[in-house]
């Protein structure tokens, strides 16, 4: 019923910049807080970035002033930017949404299928 989808993941070289989007669609009543997470190979997944429905974001210590969080309400999609791409932001990218459900009146959780991003020279 509900559905997020990524793009946008590709490989870049050291000091390079990519965006990120995770379109929401399905039967949606509303969106509450959005978030951006990867996960290295043989690491845990960890949190890059969130973003409430009223624009108020949080990022990891590792990302700050070089990622920027965003969101479109209207369009129910959000987005990451990413500038001075390091080796270590090599990851797969998921988005992860708090979303009530039209259908269901429910809040649930969920999460995108992720997208993978590779910073290599």
């Known amino acids: 019923q509900v559905q997020l989808v990524e793009s946008g993941g590709g490989l870049v070289q050291p000091g390079g910049s990519l965006r990120l989007s995770c379109a929401a669609s399905?039967?949606?009543?509303?969106?509450?807080?959005m978030g951006w997470y990867r996960q290295a190979p043989g690491k845990q997944r960890e949190l890059v970035a969130t973003?409430?429905?009223?624009?108020?974001?949080n990022y990891a210590d590792s990302v700050k002033g070089r990622f920027t969080i965003s969101r479109d309400n209207a369009k129910n999609t959000l987005y990451l930017q990413m500038n001075s791409l390091k080796p270590e932001d090599t990851a797969v990218y998921y988005c992860n949404a708090d979303i009530l459900g039209r259908a269901t009146m429910r809040r649930e959780d969920y999460w995108g299928q992720g997208t993978q991003v590779t910073v290599s020279s």
């Open positions: 973003i409430t429905s009223g624009g108020s974001t």
């Open positions: 399905g039967r949606i009543r509303a969106i509450y807080a």
